[in-house]
């Protein structure tokens, strides 16, 4: 599987950003999808999941603020950001779930995308 992470870019703080993950190769509906992102000198973190099911996991830090969606058809799945702060400047992952375990974990996921620079201006 090859993912394609877009949407990124420069916002004001309290502004919108909506990242897209485009899988390619093969078709990832059957799996649990993450994304996960990355600041300079951090190491990366769990930003939300989505499982096969559709049921949702966000990070204490982005809930009721990010949402996570997939699209199957397009073999594509989305963060929509809100309220955007400068905290959440980083460089935006999605991967896929190939082991079972916490969806926190980025060990349990694979098939890591490019990412996708988001900068929150104050």
């Known amino acids: 599987v090859q993912l394609q992470a877009s949407g990124g870019g420069l916002v004001q703080a309290g502004g919108s950003l909506r990242l897209s993950c485009a899988a390619s190769g093969r078709t990832v509906s059957s799996y649990a999808m993450g994304w996960f992102r990355q600041a300079p000198g951090k190491e990366r973190e769990f930003v939300a999941a989505?499982?096969?099911?559709?049921?949702?996991y966000s990070a204490d830090s982005v809930q009721c603020r990010f949402t996570i969606s997939r699209d199957n058809a397009k073999n594509t799945v989305y963060l929509q950001m809100y309220s955007l702060k400068p905290e959440d400047t980083a460089v935006y992952y999605c991967?896929?779930?190939?082991?079972?375990?916490?969806?926190?974990?980025?060990?349990?996921?694979?098939?890591w995308g490019q990412g996708t620079q988001v900068t929150v201006s104050s």
């Open positions: 989505i499982h096969r099911s559709g049921n949702t």
């Open positions: 991967a896929v779930r190939y082991s079972d375990g916490a969806v926190q974990h980025p060990r349990y996921f694979g098939s």
